[in-house]
């Protein structure tokens, strides 16, 4: 089945606790994408990537590494989480994500809490 | 400043009648247009995009939108709504920002369907 997993689903965890949160895609799909989610604010993106080894920033990534050494995989890395990163992250992917002929695939969320 | 607006936190219909929910848009060019829908605890889902022809378009679950130029809107339409279509909708646009293309979502607006 075509889908972009991440895990974990809930993750509680205390500030300046470094930690990571993972994303695998089996769709050999060359853009990536993190976004986080709060209430009335929409999806906001983090970074994304155009394809292996190519990274950029989205529109709120302070606070937030990423990496992509392999096509499949966009772990987000928070190397001290503040309260002000609790929210609800989604990563997704699209074949090619230059244009956004195509329409996103979405993982089913990281819920983290940082306390 | 490129946008996507949805003015309606919440919507609520009666099941069987028809169900709006509104989008409305302000980008430099052509636009290309999604609507994604989010079910509780799930990541969000593709409904229907346009980026060029028919200025309505079908998409999923018997969804469709209306592209409306002159009025910078794209609305969700169904003609007759089930209580399995409550959920988070979201209006997305593709703009072009910072030197690249960006999609912008919608803050979203929770359709609430009642027996």
């Known amino acids: 089945e075509a889908q972009v997993t991440q895990n974990p689903r809930y993750l509680i965890t205390v500030t300046g606790k470094k930690l990571t949160v993972t994303c695998s895609q089996n769709?050999?799909?060359?853009?990536m994408s993190w976004y986080r989610q709060d209430p009335g604010l929409g999806l906001r993106q983090i970074y994304y990537?155009?394809?292996?080894?190519?990274?950029d920033k989205g529109d709120v990534p302070e606070g937030y590494k990423v990496s992509r050494k392999e096509k499949r995989n966009f772990p987000l890395i928070l190397e001290s989480p503040s309260p002000n990163q609790t929210s609800l992250y989604f990563c997704?992917?699209?074949?090619?994500?230059?244009?956004?002929?195509?329409?996103?695939?979405f993982g089913n969320g990281t819920r983290l809490t940082v306390t | 400043a490129q946008s996507v607006a949805q003015p309606e936190d919440q919507v609520n219909v009666a099941e069987g009648n028809p169900l709006t929910v509104k989008c409305t848009y302000s980008?430099?060019?052509?636009?290309?247009l999604f609507w994604y829908v989010q079910y509780p605890n799930r990541g969000l889902q593709f409904l229907l995009k346009?980026?060029?022809?028919?200025?309505l378009v079908k998409g999923s679950y018997g969804f469709e939108a209306e592209f409306n130029k002159s009025q910078t809107s794209f609305h969700l339409k169904k003609p007759s709504a089930l209580v399995s279509d409550s959920a988070l909708y979201f209006c997305?646009?593709?703009?072009?920002?910072?030197?690249?293309?960006?999609?912008?979502f919608g803050s979203g607006t929770r359709l609430l369907v009642r027996p």
């Open positions: 997704a992917s699209s074949p090619k994500g230059s244009s956004y002929n195509s329409p996103l695939h």
């Open positions: 346009y980026i060029t022809g028919d200025n």
């Open positions: 769709m050999n799909h060359e853009y």
């Open positions: 997305a646009v593709r703009a072009w920002k910072d030197s690249s293309y960006k999609l912008i």
């Open positions: 990537s155009m394809n292996v080894e190519v990274t």
């Open positions: 980008v430099s060019g052509n636009p290309y």
